[in-house]
């Protein structure tokens, strides 16, 4: 089976993270209430840095999971596996979390299986458990320990949607895009890109942003916008920059390509 993709970090240095409110602040009193987190917003509007600055911030243990199609609740717990003619029980990254500390963070929480919501009930009341069925282990979260999910709205379905009883167990932030003069600020401090040309850039982005829904599914991100500008810093041309950073990623048709670098035209010339 498909182990989960994850990752554990504690950056000893504070990843770059802009405010665009109290989301910190909010942040931090559910970390000393042990209460769960749920981060809602589009896609690249910064949900993965912002726990990633939290945790560097509170000095925790990141373990980070990228949920998809083919996670299961036996990738977040462990499993019993073969070494050496041995079978070992094997940790899972949520299992580890539990036990060492630190925050465990499930990225676009809906695209795993139903199972996994199941598991993490016990973890967001006042139980703060983890069972583990096969091992007969009853884990108690540590003072030390949070839960964070994050997921994106605009791609809920009826077949990929958080549970009203899921949704209810945690506290809710909601993101969104950062304001202009704010997101050039960031974008100049990544890319290295002057901001005054970075200021079209955003600009581009904002329009765009605002086809979501008609000719596009998603809009830009600020990642996008980033690169774009990392790839203008670096030399390139900004109507190719623009192709590659900005319109290529959004859509595979090409009379919505043809319109979006009308627009990118219209915006930056």
């Given at each position: 089976m498909k182990a989960a993709l994850h990752t554990v970090t504690s950056a000893p240095e504070l990843p770059a993270y802009v405010p665009s409110g109290r989301e910190c602040e909010l942040f931090e009193h559910a970390w000393r209430r042990r209460l769960p987190v749920l981060l809602k917003g589009p896609t690249g509007c910064g949900k993965t840095r912002f726990v990633a600055h939290m945790a560097a911030r509170l000095g925790l243990p990141l373990h980070t999971v990228a949920c998809h199609d083919d996670l299961t609740a036996a990738d977040l717990?462990?499993?019993?596996l073969l070494r050496g003619g041995d079978t070992v029980w094997t940790d899972g990254p949520l299992t580890r979390a539990v036990r060492e500390g630190g925050i465990c963070y499930l990225d676009e929480v809906v695209e795993a299986r139903k199972d996994v919501?199941?598991?993490?009930?016990?973890?967001?009341?006042?139980?703060?458990?983890?069972?583990?069925e096969r091992t007969g282990e009853e884990l108690a979260a540590p003072n030390s320990f949070m839960l964070v999910v994050s997921y994106n709205p605009g791609?809920?379905?009826?077949?990929?949607?958080?549970?009203?009883?899921?949704?209810?167990r945690f506290v809710a932030i909601e993101f969104d895009f950062?304001?202009?003069e704010h997101e050039i600020g960031v974008v100049s401090a990544e890319s290295g890109l002057s901001p005054e040309r970075v200021r079209p850039l955003v600009g581009l982005a904002g329009?765009?942003?605002a086809l979501k829904g008609h000719d596009l599914e998603?809009?830009?991100?600020?990642?996008?916008?980033?690169?774009?500008?990392?790839?203008?810093?670096?030399?390139?041309?900004?109507?190719?920059?623009?192709?590659a950073g900005m319109i290529e990623p959004l859509t595979d048709d090409a009379d919505v390509k043809a319109a979006l670098l009308d627009v990118a035209r219209a915006v930056i010339g």
């Open positions: 717990t462990g499993r019993y919501t199941v598991v993490l009930h016990p973890l967001t009341d006042d139980r703060r458990i983890l069972p583990l791609y809920q379905t009826l077949l990929k949607a958080l549970k009203p009883s899921t949704r209810q950062l304001p202009p329009r765009l942003r998603e809009g830009v991100s600020t990642r996008l916008v980033v690169y774009c500008a990392t790839l203008i810093a670096a030399g390139m041309p900004i109507a190719d920059a623009v192709l």
